[in-house]
């Protein structure tokens, strides 16, 4: 264990996700983790990064760590050395409706990622202001807005990961095929100029449904002749965010060591969480099972009418989508342990496009975790049999309207 002072330092929590500059600390070195606490965005007496934090990995770890290291006047030696490689943040990534409701805190988000570089924001209006305020922030990634079709271009030559949240909100008493009319069409629009500016980017989409844009997604691109399927994603990471709160909670478990495959789709009962492969290993009663099973799938819809009106879920969207980001990010950057559950391209069933759990490298999907889908209880094996139906045609819906 190395103890270091300094007079001032950034600093960064895994839990809260900022990073700013504080009074004097002192920070404790352990080869094997390191300690960062705060309270109320304030700096502790000591600090500790968590390397199994559920928003941060080791990759993103060792690159926040090397941006305050620098800094520390320390005696050569007291600093185990693998602590000590530089990283620098190489990234570029691009948000496609940065100023609505999940694009904005999703942006943040991302500004606090020490792998990016660059972040390019886009949206048809008011997004310069979001830019704007988000580059007063002090960390190390360039921040540039960009509206209109007429720099969409722009926004997207040279990105390495695009996230597209832009769509309409799901209001009260509105399915998610309901949002299908509106939102097909801004999807299909984006993705034709991604395919145009960045078609070896990882491509993210976030607009609902879900199960109806990323079948749109890939129409386009196989029409640009530019579709690679490991690198085109429904992000479904809310369904497993939703999923490990609901399961620590009704446990007693620390989140941190709860993880919920979460396969089939992102709409109502095509969600579909895995309990009996759930870590660490937990029992659960018929009923349990059921009642989580239902809170998961309709997790969205208790949001929707909290709000009253007033929107859908965008901050926990916003936060599971920068999840799904910092993953990425961590694969390309080398990390070889990044595992995700996501709406993909896949033979794991009948059906084209399935979620399940993957693992990403630096080109995309490396594997599928198929061992999931094995000796599943009869609950589980009855509820993938019964989502098929539902989400085979809201796929074949996606691919008609995209090749109409």
Do not use: W
């Amino acid at each position: 264990m190395a103890t270091i002072s300094a007079g001032s330092v950034a600093s960064y929590s895994s839990q809260t996700g900022f990073v700013t500059k504080y009074r004097p600390l002192s920070m404790h070195f352990n080869a094997s983790k390191t300690h960062m606490n705060f309270i109320d965005l304030k700096a502790s007496s000591s600090i500790c990064i968590q390397s199994d934090a559920s928003l941060l990995g080791k990759g993103s770890i060792a690159a926040l760590q090397a941006s305050y290291l620098p800094k520390l006047k320390f005696k050569p030696g007291r600093l185990p050395a693998k602590q000590s490689q530089p990283r620098a943040s190489a990234f570029k990534v691009a948000v496609l409706g940065a100023a609505g409701g999940i694009g904005q805190p999703l942006g943040l988000l991302i500004k606090m990622s020490p792998l990016v570089s660059h972040l390019n924001l886009y949206d048809i209006a008011n997004v310069k202001g979001v830019a704007a305020d988000l580059s007063h922030c002090n960390t190390p990634s360039q921040v540039i807005g960009f509206t209109g079709a007429s720099e969409l271009a722009n926004c997207l030559r040279g990105v390495d990961v695009v996230v597209i949240p832009a769509g309409v909100p799901r209001k009260p008493g509105m399915t998610r095929e309901d949002l299908f009319n509106i939102n097909a069409s801004i999807v299909k629009t984006l993705v034709e100029a991604v395919a145009n500016n960045c078609p070896d980017a990882f491509i993210h989409i976030v607009s609902n449904p879900v199960n109806s844009t990323v079948p749109i997604a890939a129409e386009v691109l196989k029409q640009k002749g530019v579709y690679d399927p490991k690198k085109l994603f429904g992000v479904t990471t809310l369904d497993v965010v939703r999923a490990n709160t609901f399961v620590s909670r009704k446990k007693n478990l620390r989140l941190v060591d709860v993880d919920v495959p979460v396969i089939g789709g992102h709409s109502g009962i095509t969600i579909l969480p895995l309990l009996s492969k759930i870590k660490p290993f937990v029992v659960f009663t018929d009923e349990e099972v059921s009642e989580l099973t239902l809170k998961v799938q309709n997790g969205g819809t208790e949001v929707v009418e909290a709000k009253a009106g007033a929107g859908s879920a965008t901050l926990s969207m916003a936060y599971a989508a920068a999840r799904f980001v910092e993953s990425s990010l961590r694969a390309l950057d080398g990390d070889s342990d990044v595992y995700e559950c996501a709406f993909v391209q896949s033979d794991l069933t009948d059906l084209p496009f399935f979620a399940s759990r993957v693992k990403l490298g630096r080109n995309g999907i490396e594997a599928f975790m198929s061992a999931d889908l094995l000796n599943l209880t009869n609950y589980e094996a009855k509820a993938l049999e019964a989502l098929k139906p539902e989400l085979k045609a809201s796929i074949e819906k996606g691919m008609a309207f995209a090749q109409k």
